[in-house]
């Protein structure tokens, strides 16, 4: 009789042998645990093989719902160390198509969490209680993970080149028991009843790709051999294996967490559905928070400290903390060149070293505006202001987990330009924000100039408090943020904090107040007096405004100021060196893009979105001359970037097109509006003009290529001089660019309402 034909010694009940009761009971269900991770079928069964002999000196233990739990635990555990050392498992040479194809590419991608998730619940037909107590979350935890994946299968395409499953009764879900179950697992036999028809064709599928192992007479007396021969020195590597396993058992859970916090809010964000219960790890729910081992002791910061030991502070901040939730109000007075009330700004994040991030931002009593999370080594973005959805790989740098801004400063300070420039400090204060120590200080600029006012963290060298001061003397303030509220070495972000990024929504009379995480705030935390508005005394007849310096005076009200749309036609008024030119629509200084022409006779605007109002990318321009007349090109094209020609009659603008236009970069007659397409390149920006006006200078992404680079155009001829390496964007042009006889600054930022201001350099 042929070995697959003989009865399978482990389908048969055990004489007593406990290492034989292990093998009949567990072999099969973690070798195909570990056959999912592993890079092969051998590999698996050695692994299965030593985890259940390490495990067989508390053999009774595994009898008990508990015993099984933990042994599953470990085994979980121990697989995906080894997974970590080696490849993941393989596809096999010969792929199917469709929706088994797809199917696989799909789980081959996912976290080795959502992985270990899969296939407890699909392969082995775990409910779902049990599942989350192996991997160590809570049951709402889990169930939210896997309504994810039955969204993502609803995605797969519907072809099954392999063989279609019945319709949708439990008749044909129970006439599949056979192709699916091991004989006699009754726990696959359930499982079928909870899946969905969908469910069973993934069911199906991935225990073909994940097939229990051939157990026959010979096969099992020899893995009994085996096992024996282990046993010895197995004993005494489980016992370690099992006093690791509290820790681990906290590390694994926390990773997990913070994986479904981050996972779940990209969701949430991409897809802006998802039942709200379930969305969460019952551990958040509950508002617990896991502890983290403590940071290390350093001495706190004083008004004695240098600006070195403040430097040093901020350089090892990141290894004082782990996590932190943090409230933020920003008051921006806008820059010296601006007259009228302020804009007020919120933002809340989470942060969880190394790689997670939350951030929720807008205007302080409005709805959220923007959404950003790092995840799975992604950054997304749902911009509600512009209905936009983005995502871009994370660079691992552990400043970038926030969007640039305020609170990426003031949490990674050493990405903030007073930890790099040079300057000096002045003690100011010992005080306390947000129920933490903190000291203040002065920063100046090496001209001696107080450029901020910083209060830091006496611990982690965080900023609690920011003021920064503008105009020539640097007397004028320009905004301040602070810490309303912090708090450290939260594993999970909180709930209320992930329900808000979810649903967007702001304090309503029938809600809990309990169950918000962004509630709108009538006043802000810090006020200043307004700036004083200027006289309305005419200019002088023939008044030469070329070389003036401007100021915008805009109307003393909050609903302008706060505006968020139609941000780049908001009415003001003009003066240059005090005298007034007139009223005309201009853009709000928090997101305006802005350059003056050469001769300093004319202005280009256009806004961009800040996270709390719409970006109104239309190109305009008008002369100082007739503020009132402000007039607009290129109308069909989103606009980023622009510069004046050297002879102030032509302006370059790069964008991207919202009709047929291809996006790049443009060059149009101010005086006719006539446009002319000058180059196709995506994410254009950084125009710089040579000298001479026949050439332009840009950083843009070429059709066809995945990366940008530093690109010259010869204007006339609309030939492509230069072409950088893709992904070289920084540094200084080389000698081959030509950029670099120029004499000028490459690559540029736009600039905003204090670059208009100011009369053009002689």
């Not at 197995?234 to 916090?261: D, E, I, K, P, Q």
């Not at 070389?547 to 302008?560: E, H, K, M, T, W």
């Not at 090109?633 to 004046?644: D, G, K, Q, R, W």
Request: proline content about 8%.
């Amino acid at each position: 009789m042929s070995e697959t034909n003989e009865q399978p010694v482990l389908d048969t009940e055990p004489p007593g042998d406990p290492l034989l009761d292990l093998l009949h009971h567990h072999y099969a269900p973690i070798f195909r645990l570990a056959f999912s991770f592993l890079d092969s079928p051998e590999a698996a069964r050695r692994t299965a093989l030593r985890i259940l002999t390490a495990a067989q000196p508390e053999a009774e233990t595994w009898r008990t719902a508990r015993g099984k739990i933990k042994l599953y635990a470990t085994a979980l555990r121990e697989i995906q160390r080894l997974s970590q050392r080696t490849s993941l498992y393989q596809p096999l040479a010969t792929q199917p198509a469709g929706f088994t194809a797809s199917l696989w590419r799909m789980v081959d991608s996912w976290d080795i969490r959502e992985r270990q998730l899969c296939v407890l619940y699909y392969v082995l037909g775990w409910p779902t209680d049990e599942a989350a107590k192996a991997l160590g979350v809570g049951v709402s935890a889990a169930q939210a993970q896997l309504d994810i994946f039955r969204r993502r299968f609803a995605t797969l395409p519907e072809q099954d080149p392999i063989e279609d499953l019945p319709a949708e009764t439990f008749a044909a879900a129970e006439q599949l028991n056979d192709k699916l179950a091991l004989p006699g697992d009754a726990a696959q036999q359930a499982a079928i009843k909870r899946y969905t028809p969908l469910e069973i064709r993934v069911a199906r599928s991935l225990r073909q790709r994940w097939p229990a192992p051939p157990v026959g007479a010979t096969e099992a007396q020899a893995l009994l051999t085996e096992a024996h021969q282990l046993t010895q020195k197995s004993v005494s590597s489980f016992r370690l294996l099992s006093n690791r396993s509290v820790w681990l058992a906290g590390v694994a859970a926390a990773l997990f967490f913070a994986f479904l916090a981050g996972g779940l809010a990209i969701f949430w964000i991409v897809e802006k559905r998802a039942d709200l219960q379930n969305a969460l790890p019952s551990s958040v729910a509950e508002g617990l928070s896991t502890p983290f081992p403590p940071t290390p002791e350093v001495r706190p910061l004083t008004r004695r400290s240098s600006l070195e030991d403040i430097r040093r502070r901020w350089q090892e901040s990141t290894s004082l903390w782990r996590s932190l939730t943090v409230d933020v109000q920003t008051i921006r007075y806008g820059p010296a060149s601006y007259i009228g009330p302020p804009r007020a700004y919120r933002a809340q994040a989470w942060v969880l070293l190394p790689d997670q991030g939350i951030q929720l931002t807008g205007l302080l009593s409005q709805p959220i505006g923007k959404v950003d999370v790092v995840a799975g080594q992604r950054h997304f973005t749902r911009n509600y202001a512009d209905n936009s959805t983005a995502s871009e790989l994370w660079n691992g740098e552990a400043h970038q987990l926030l969007p640039e801004g305020d609170l990426r400063l003031m949490l990674f300070p050493a990405s903030s330009p007073w930890a790099t420039r040079d300057g000096a400090i002045r003690s100011v204060e010992n005080t306390q924000i947000a129920g933490r120590s903190a000291v203040a200080f002065d920063w100046f600029n090496p001209e001696g100039q107080r450029e901020a006012r910083l209060w830091l963290d006496a611990y982690t060298g965080i900023l609690l408090r920011v003021e920064t001061y503008t105009g020539p003397d640097f007397q004028t303030l320009e905004s301040v943020s602070l810490a309303t509220e912090i708090a450290f070495d939260r594993q999970e972000p909180p709930p209320t904090l992930v329900i808000a990024a979810r649903q967007r929504q702001t304090m309503a009379s029938e809600v809990n107040p309990s169950l918000l995480g962004y509630l709108p705030t009538a006043t802000p935390a810090h006020t200043s007096p307004p700036r004083k508005p200027l006289p309305a005394d005419p200019a002088p007849a023939g008044m030469d405004v070329s070389r003036s310096r401007l100021i915008f005076q805009f109307p003393n009200d909050p609903a302008v100021s706060n505006a968020q749309i139609n941000t780049a036609s908001v009415p003001a008024d003009l003066f240059a060196d005090g005298y007034w030119l007139g009223s005309f629509k201009f853009g709000l200084p928090w997101m305006l893009r802005c350059q003056r022409s050469p001769d300093g006779r004319r202005l280009a605007f256009n806004t961009f979105s800040d996270g709390s109002a719409t970006e109104d990318g239309v190109l305009r321009w008008l002369n100082l001359t007739e503020p009132a007349k402000v007039y607009q090109l290129l109308p069909e094209i989103n606009v980023a970037s622009f510069a004046f020609s050297p002879d102030s009659l032509r302006l370059a603008a790069a964008g991207s097109a919202r009709s047929s236009q291809p996006d790049g970069l443009y060059v149009v007659e101010i005086a006719t509006g006539e446009a002319d397409f000058i180059l196709e390149a995506h994410e254009a920006h950084s125009l710089v003009w040579s000298q001479d006006g026949e050439f332009i200078a840009l950083i843009g992404r070429l059709p066809g290529e995945t990366a940008p680079a530093m690109l010259v155009v010869h204007v006339r001829t609309h030939w492509l001089t230069f072409r950088g390496i893709p992904g070289q964007t920084s540094g200084a042009p080389p000698p081959t660019s030509s950029i670099s006889s120029w004499g000028v600054t490459f690559p540029v930022k736009m600039g905003g309402m204090d670059e208009c201001a100011a009369p053009p350099a002689r």
